[in-house]
């Protein structure tokens, strides 16, 4: 039985404010639901190593979410982080932060993993997916142009692979495509059929 046919006895729902996310799920047929935004603690213990982040905080995000679930509720977090020389790099805070973000990442390689959630009333799965990336060197012209026109303050790294610096500066990728867009729908697809 196909997953779209499995999901119409169960609500899924989609923990996430990001409109990404949002089309990648709908793009794989799946119907669900995107929760209300809710706060959530995203600290991380400091002592985690890098790659267990995204993980982590998609297990808070799956945590602090203010509902209880019906007995046929699927809910999805994930949570997706940037790292380059062990250092994650969240959403920037301002411009200055996402220059120094792109001057970090320019003409070298990073990782970007995505943690993702499922849970019921009942059980809960977890599981991460890794994808390399390596961008050109970029000029300050190039990363002025990107941040004003862009303004990229709400992803992690302070780019996303589907605009404008995906194209001009990614010589290379590693792993899902759709990873670094924020959710490795593959993955999710397979691991939801699975948990149901």
Same mark, same amino acid.
């Not at 890098?50 to 994930?78: C, M, W």
């Not at 070298?108 to 959630?117: D, E, K, M």
């Given at each position: 039985? +196909? +997953?779209?046919?499995?999901?119409?006895?169960?609500?899924?729902?989609?923990?996430?404010?990001? @409109?990404?996310?949002?089309?990648? +799920? /709908?793009?794989?047929?799946?119907?669900?639901?995107?929760?209300?935004?809710?706060?959530?603690?995203? #600290?991380? @213990?400091? =002592?985690? $190593?890098?790659?267990?982040?995204?993980?982590? &905080?998609?297990?808070?995000?799956?945590?602090?979410? $203010?509902?209880?679930? /019906?007995?046929?509720?699927?809910?999805?977090?994930?949570?997706?982080?940037?790292?380059?020389?062990?250092?994650?790099?969240?959403?920037?805070?301002?411009?200055?932060?996402?220059?120094?973000? *792109?001057?970090?990442?320019?003409?070298?390689?990073?990782?970007? !993993?995505?943690?993702?959630? *499922?849970?019921?009333?009942?059980?809960?799965? #977890?599981?991460?997916?890794?994808?390399?990336?390596?961008?050109?060197?970029?000029?300050?012209?190039? !990363? /002025?142009?990107?941040?004003?026109?862009?303004? @990229?303050? =709400?992803? /992690?790294?302070?780019?996303? &692979?589907?605009?404008? &610096?995906?194209?001009?500066? !990614?010589?290379? !990728?590693?792993?899902?495509?759709?990873?670094?867009?924020?959710? $490795?729908?593959?993955? *999710?697809?397979?691991? +939801? =059929?699975?948990?149901?």
């Amino acid at each position: 039985m +196909l +997953l779209h046919e499995k999901l119409k006895s169960y609500h899924l729902i989609l923990a996430s404010a990001s @409109p990404r996310r949002r089309q990648l +799920l /709908a793009d794989c047929g799946l119907v669900f639901d995107v929760a209300a935004k809710f706060d959530c603690d995203e #600290s991380f @213990p400091t =002592d985690m $190593p890098s790659s267990g982040v995204a993980e982590y &905080i998609s297990q808070q995000k799956s945590r602090f979410y $203010p509902h209880a679930l /019906a007995p046929n509720d699927v809910l999805v977090t994930a949570d997706t982080v940037v790292i380059v020389d062990d250092t994650i790099l969240g959403k920037p805070t301002d411009e200055q932060d996402a220059v120094r973000m *792109l001057r970090l990442l320019s003409g070298r390689a990073h990782q970007v !993993i995505t943690g993702v959630t *499922l849970r019921t009333a009942e059980r809960e799965r #977890s599981f991460s997916v890794e994808s390399r990336v390596v961008f050109r060197t970029l000029s300050d012209e190039e !990363i /002025a142009y990107y941040i004003r026109e862009y303004r @990229p303050f =709400d992803k /992690a790294g302070a780019y996303g &692979i589907q605009e404008w &610096i995906g194209y001009v500066a !990614i010589e290379s !990728i590693e792993g899902s495509f759709f990873n670094v867009m924020g959710l $490795p729908v593959q993955k *999710l697809y397979v691991e +939801l =059929d699975k948990f149901l």
